[in-house]
């Protein structure tokens, strides 16, 4: 890990598995025998609501709250909630961004908040995990767990590939496991 602690900010709306994601980290990390302080929810876990939560881990973390600028990586399960987050971000946060917007109206289209995310340049890491997710499993539900895999596999996160399954095994009930492993391991194709 090159940092003390590891840093990151995960956003999307209610229903997209920003919970499942946090618990997941959280219990990889633990298993890996790092310090781990999470937030609760900010904003409204409704489905279809902004829900932002933070995960910090690393030999010591005092607070679960990350401060302004010092996120690692700021993971975005929807484009539009992952441009809300630019503000956020230090001049070396890595984004890892899910290629899909909720049909908001008066929103921005795709191609306006691709041309604001220019600005990261090659930090920016965008996925259609719900395109791919759709088509090799026939179940975009799973591609929250789609980007975690991309993100351990690329190094976007320093957690090993076991601690994530075992996460993986230890966290999601027994009948969505195998669907959840799969997108997982679909990342490293």
Known sequence: MQAQTFNIIISGVGGQGVITLLSLIDTAAFI?????????????????????VHVRFGKKVDSPLIPFGSA???????????????????KNTKFLVNEYCLPFQGSL??????????QIGDRLHLIAAFDICKEKLQNEVVSTI????YAVHKKLI???????????ESTVP?????????AFQLAYD
């Open 146 to 149: 789609y980007l975690l895999g």
């Open 32 to 52: 890996e025998g790092y310090n781990v302080k999470s937030s609760e929810l900010h904003g409204l876990s409704q489905r279809g609501g902004s829900v932002e």
């Open 72 to 90: 690692d990586l700021i993971m975005s399960l929807e484009m539009l909630e992952g441009l809300r987050e630019l503000a956020r971000a230090g």
């Open 174 to 182: 027994e009948k969505y496991r195998e669907l959840n492993i799969k």
């Open 109 to 118: 289209t795709k191609e306006e908040i691709k041309a604001h995310f220019k």
């Open 158 to 168: 320093p957690l090993k590939k076991e601690s994530v399954i075992k996460a993986i």
